[in-house]
């Protein structure tokens, strides 16, 4: 089955972390460039970090720049989304994206920052 499973979100204080992870199947991931999007309530979703299939170029958006870190596993078909110094502004559904000749989304997991 081809799809995109995330899981990790949760409730986290300000200045906590959390790490977010997307399980790949039915699809070649190590050919597949990769990315994190995220939607806030009453906002449009937005581009948050990609990775090439090889990890070799990575960006990042100017608000989570030097806080968040991607990474890949294509040993183990898994794109991370590594959250640090979290504000109550990254509060968002936080969503998984694949594409290759054509486009998956995840469920989304939802990531909660307040105290």
């Known amino acids: 089955q081809v799809q995109l499973v995330e899981s990790g979100g949760g409730l986290v204080q300000p200045g906590g972390s959390v790490r977010l992870s997307c399980a790949a199947s039915g699809f070649s991931f190590s050919k597949t460039f990769m990315s994190w999007y995220r939607q806030a309530p009453g906002k449009e979703r937005e581009l948050v970090a990609s990775i090439t299939s090889g990890g070799s170029r990575i960006n990042y958006a100017d608000s989570v720049q030097g806080r968040f870190t991607i990474s890949r596993d294509n040993a183990k078909n898994t794109v991370y989304l590594q959250m640090n110094s979290l504000k109550p502004d990254d509060t968002a559904a936080y969503y998984c994206?694949?594409?290759?000749?054509?486009?998956?989304w995840g469920q989304g997991t939802q990531v909660t920052v307040s105290s």
């Open positions: 994206n694949a594409k290759w000749w054509r486009e998956l």
